[in-house]
Nanobody
Framework: QVQVVESGGGLVQAGGSLRLSCAAS????????MGWYRRAPGKQRELVAS???????NYADSVKGRFTISRDDAKNTVYLQMNSLKSEDTAVYYC?????????WGQGTQVTVSS
């Protein structure tokens, strides 16, 4: 079992920055990839960024150059640094931890970008 807890959401003006954190606990060794997803009002959930156990990262085209995913293995925490935020980034952001046989989700954190 893996547990993930997000933090760091909030309200920010367009052009501003936020950093989200996702703390993982439990069977950390079994995690293959951790990712950030988001669900905007009226839209389906989409992948924002992911980081694999080997360090490879992947980003949605809409956030490339603005968002950076990283991790601190000593703290079992993954971060999403979000810069140059746009109103269309407004969404609930969810952390996901994927093992070989299961997916674990956090409760989500709201990010609201005002224009």
């Amino acid at each position: 079992q893996v547990q993930v807890v997000e933090s760091g959401g909030g309200l920010v003006q367009a052009g501003g920055s936020l950093r989200l954190s996702c703390a993982a606990s439990g069977s950390i060794f079994s995690i293959n990839v951790m990712g950030w997803y988001r669900r905007a009002p009226g839209k389906q959930r989409e992948l924002v960024a992911s980081i694999f156990s080997g360090g490879f990262t992947n980003y949605a085209d809409s956030v490339k150059g603005r968002f950076t995913i990283s991790r601190d293995d000593a703290k079992n925490t993954v971060y999403l640094q979000m810069n140059s935020l746009k109103s269309e980034d407004t969404a609930v952001y969810y952390c996901n931890a994927a093992t070989r046989i299961n997916n674990y989700w956090g409760q989500g954190t709201q990010v609201t970008v005002s224009s």
